[in-house]
């Protein structure tokens, strides 16, 4: 009988560890933006909220705001610790005054940001962004599990959630090298275990016992 017949299905995945990396989603602290759209949704389109700060909530809940980002200029003497050297042009190129991302764009923008991160060397990655964004980049994601965790993938984000997932590289994406594995070494001679010596003579006696 098959070893894989025996065992049954597998319900778990394994995985080598460098091709793993361990992600925390984070969802930004409230905005001015999130208590006007408490009261009335239509809030989220008005220009008053453009790139809002957060409320003094926010500030202790996290970082950063809304929709259409400032010019990475004005963001640099704010946040003088932030690298922005990997951001392509100074203005959100991506915002359109009429007209928002499809969910299908967000969620093609959410998986070529996901296979960008196995690309990095860092194996363990905290990230902060926008509840629509974290929804439909998650939304990928979870359809060959339980529905238990595939309900617990794809719940809404509270203002500064945090949610910590393991992500795999299945396709090679990324080229870490393996930095727990010890390749070991193989004496001279046949690689045979520790008790051979006493394996062997167990047999010898028990064919002797055989014949006698």
């Not at 778990?12 to 091709?19: E, Q, S, V």
């Not at 991506?94 to 991160?117: C, H, Q, S, V």
């Not at 090298?177 to 275990?193: E, H, K, W």
Request: with cysteine.
């Amino acid at each position: 009988m098959e070893l894989s017949v025996m065992a049954g299905t597998l319900d778990t995945g394994l995985y080598p560890l460098h091709h793993c990396k361990t992600l925390h989603l984070v969802r930004h602290g409230q905005g001015y933006h999130n208590v006007a759209g408490e009261k009335d949704h239509d809030a989220y389109m008005s220009y008053e909220f453009f790139d809002t700060s957060l409320t003094p909530l926010g500030w202790c809940q996290g970082l950063h705001p809304c929709d259409k980002r400032k010019n990475i200029d004005e963001y640099r003497p704010l946040f003088p610790g932030i690298d922005f050297s990997l951001i392509e042009t100074n203005e959100d190129l991506l915002w359109k005054p009429d007209a928002r991302e499809t969910r299908i764009e967000i969620a093609a923008r959410g998986r070529a940001f996901m296979n960008w991160l196995l690309t990095r060397k860092e194996k363990e990655i905290a990230v902060v962004s926008h509840s629509s964004f974290l929804i439909h980049t998650l939304g990928l994601f979870g359809n060959d599990c339980h529905s238990l965790l595939r309900k617990e993938i794809h719940k809404a984000y509270a203002n500064c959630e945090l949610r910590s997932f393991v992500i795999v590289d299945r396709c090679a994406i990324g080229t870490n090298l393996p930095l727990t594995n010890f390749s070991g070494g193989i004496p001279r001679g046949p690689d045979v275990p520790s008790d051979y010596e006493d394996v062997k003579s167990l047999d010898t006696r028990d064919k002797t016992s055989t014949t006698s």
